[in-house]
């Protein structure tokens, strides 16, 4: 069974940072382009970071270039996103997703969530003062 278990999300203030995991089992994650996603009340999904399958390409939103950085340690088989300088518009509940295909197609700045095939259920990052 191919699963996706995500964790570290919490209750920050604004400037804060947290660092989500993402772990998979039944399946190698290295040989996914893995992505994170994130939903907040009332707001469509979005995507926010994805890295290729090869390591060699990465993308970010642009409302979070230069504050979260998606990293991948194949021997834990899981996928990092380090948050920093967090606002109060990135509250939501984040996704760990991963799909099979050419990383070109898939992890691209506008990630297609229906490219995904295996998700997480979540975990929820807060933003408050």
Do not use: H
Not at 2 to 11: A, W
Not at 113 to 118: G, L, P
């Amino acid at each position: 069974q191919l699963q996706l278990v995500e964790s570290g999300g919490d209750l920050v203030q604004p400037g804060g940072s947290l660092k989500l995991s993402c772990t998979a089992s039944g399946f190698s994650s290295t040989y996914y382009t893995m992505a994170w996603f994130r939903q907040a009340p009332g707001k469509e999904r979005e995507g926010v970071s994805c890295a290729g399958s090869g390591g060699l390409i990465t993308n970010y939103v642009d409302s979070v270039k230069d504050r979260f950085t998606i990293s991948r340690d194949s021997a834990k088989n899981t996928v990092y996103l380090q948050m920093s300088s967090l606002k109060l518009d990135d509250p939501a509940v984040y996704y760990c997703a991963a799909g099979w295909g050419p990383p070109s197609s898939l992890c691209t700045e506008a990630v297609d969530s229906d490219r995904f095939d295996v998700w997480g259920q979540g975990t929820q990052v807060t933003v408050s003062s």
